[in-house]
Nanobody, 120 residues
């Protein structure tokens, strides 16, 4: 079992910046990748960014060049630095971890979500 706790959301003006944090605990050794998804009102949850254990990063087209994902392995924490925020970035952001639990597919774990609101 992996437990994820997000922090860092809030209200920011367009063009501003926020940094989200996600601290993992529990079966840390089983984690193969961590990342972020978001869900805006009335829309499906969508992928934002991910980072693998080897440090490979992936971004949704809508956020690349504006968002940067990083991780601190010593603290078991992943960060999402969000710059040049736009109104359409408003959503609940969820931390995700993919863990190898021995089954045919990785197991997804989710944080409780943190609200990011971009508004003037």
């Amino acid at each position: 079992q992996v437990h994820l706790v997000e922090s860092g959301g809030g209200l920011v003006q367009p063009g501003g910046s926020l940094r989200l944090s996600c601290a993992a605990s529990g079966s840390i050794a089983s984690i193969v990748a961590m990342g972020w998804y978001r869900q805006a009102p009335g829309k499906q949850r969508e992928f934002v960014s991910a980072i693998t254990n080897s440090g490979n990063t992936h971004y949704a087209h809508s956020v690349e060049a504006r968002f940067t994902i990083s991780r601190d392995n010593a603290e078991n924490t992943v960060y999402l630095q969000m710059n040049s925020l736009k109104l359409e970035d408003t959503a609940v952001y969820y931390c995700n971890s993919k863990a190898d639990t021995g089954g045919p597919a990785w197991t997804d774990y989710w944080g409780q979500g943190t609200q990011v609101t971009v508004s003037s």
